[in-house]
């Protein structure tokens, strides 16, 4: 019963703790970038007040993430260096309170809050970002014309299978074409079952053309090209006009972990570079879970005695903070240049993190 009463003490004073930095962290995100951005559309374009107000709640989602383990780390800084200037941590341990058996409800406040942050991640982060985007570019931009893109894919699924998947490694909006395009057509069994290539395809209005192709049909039993046929021109099987095309393509940012999966898997197929796609989507995971590896740096840092917990929790997490972005910043590097695989590179940090974490709860511990 004495320790229940302590576990929902300390819970609660890491959670006011972690609701503060969240805020804190928050308004300084957004003071630093939310509102030159909107000080610059509404000088720039004449932004209406709702379409402000749009970017303000649509932008928040992608500035809250990042306060997660920021926040974290902050709280269970702040909780235990106050607990620890009041003397409540000695009482506790003087009536054989263990330092684990303290720490306990902050690591499992730390591993709720990384678990939440990946959910937050996968099903609200990307939907606002492409609401953002959307409200920038046709709302406030007043873009009604297409622009230039890479990497275009585009599919026809029917029920949950897909029937057609078209790639593209650019549209080119001043000449409205397709370069370098692969249509492929799968069977009734998920299978490939034909092919086209094309240099590039062109828009007249009402249909796609694509010039100086090659078309294959796919044996269903071995896998292997049966018929090959090659083309001058010939109708690409699109239904979809150019705007139609750049509205349906999304940035990594707006796409959850399944599409960018889905994506890695298309643009492998056609021999693209990934990497970047790739530390994008392992990141989706990385970043939340910093929040326990934060917490289990932030307890043990936190009893260190300070005649001043506050400001010392403060200093504390911004050099902590630093290092830690510091690393991701050089492993998103490396994951990118392709001299570390991008699963290793992107978990650096927490892998640092985890060391330091495990090394100040063992000295704590003692």
């Given at each position: 019963m004495r320790l229940?009463?302590?576990?929902?003490?300390?819970?609660?004073e890491v959670t006011l703790a972690f609701v503060f930095g969240i805020c804190a962290f928050s308004a300084v995100f957004i003071g630093s970038g939310t509102l030159f951005k909107i000080a610059k559309y509404i000088t720039d374009y004449g932004a209406s007040l709702q379409a402000v107000v749009k970017i303000f709640i649509f932008?928040?989602?992608?500035?809250?993430?990042?306060?997660?383990?920021?926040?974290?780390?902050?709280?269970?800084?702040?909780?235990?260096?106050?607990?620890?200037?009041?003397?409540?941590?000695?009482?506790?341990?003087?009536?054989?309170?263990?330092?684990?058996?303290?720490?306990m409800p902050a690591i499992i406040m730390g591993f709720v809050v990384s678990i939440a942050a990946i959910a937050f991640n996968e099903y609200v982060v990307p939907w606002a970002n492409s609401a953002y985007k959307n409200v920038v570019y046709y709302e406030i931009e007043g873009n009604s014309g297409m622009k230039s893109q890479e990497h275009i894919i585009l599919k026809e699924i029917k029920g949950d299978k897909i029937q057609r998947l078209a790639y593209a490694r650019l549209y080119d909006a001043e000449t409205q074409q397709l370069q370098g395009i692969t249509l492929q057509e799968f069977g009734e069994n998920g299978k490939i079952s034909h092919v086209e290539n094309a240099d590039y395809a062109e828009w007249n209005g009402n249909v796609w053309?694509?010039?100086?192709?090659?078309?294959?049909?796919?044996?269903?039993?071995?896998?292997?090209?049966?018929?090959?046929?090659?083309?001058?021109?010939?109708v690409m099987p699109l239904n979809a006009n150019p705007k139609q095309i750049v509205r349906e393509q999304k940035d990594a940012s707006e796409l959850t972990m399944k599409e960018l999966r889905a994506?890695?898997?298309?643009?492998?197929?056609?021999?693209?570079?990934?990497?970047?796609?790739?530390?994008?989507l392992y990141q989706r995971v990385s970043v939340p879970m910093a929040s326990l590896i934060f917490a289990l740096i932030g307890v043990p840092l936190g009893l260190?005695?300070?005649?001043?917990?506050?400001?010392?929790?403060?200093?504390?997490?911004?050099?902590?903070?630093?290092?830690?972005?510091?690393?991701?910043?050089?492993?998103?590097?490396?994951?990118?240049?392709?001299?570390?695989?991008?699963?290793?590179?992107?978990?650096?940090?927490?892998?640092?993190?985890?060391?330091?974490?495990?090394?100040f709860v063992r000295r704590a511990s003692r």
């Open positions: 229940r009463i302590l576990d929902k003490y300390i819970f609660r932008g928040l989602p992608s500035v809250i993430i990042w306060t997660f383990p920021m926040s974290m780390l902050l709280a269970t800084l702040l909780t235990f260096g106050r607990l620890s200037s009041n003397s409540e941590i000695t009482a506790m341990k003087s009536c054989g309170i263990s330092f684990s058996r303290i720490a053309t694509m010039h100086n192709g090659m078309i294959y049909d796919i044996s269903d039993e071995e896998g292997k090209s049966e018929h090959t046929v090659r083309f001058k021109t010939q994506q890695i898997d298309i643009m492998k197929t056609q021999y693209v570079n990934t990497n970047k796609l790739e530390a994008e260190q005695p300070t005649r001043n917990s506050s400001s010392a929790g403060f200093a504390i997490s911004v050099i902590i903070i630093f290092i830690y972005y510091a690393l991701m910043t050089m492993g998103n590097a490396l994951a990118r240049s392709g001299a570390l695989a991008p699963l290793l590179a992107v978990w650096i940090p927490n892998i640092v993190g985890l060391i330091a974490g495990a090394y």
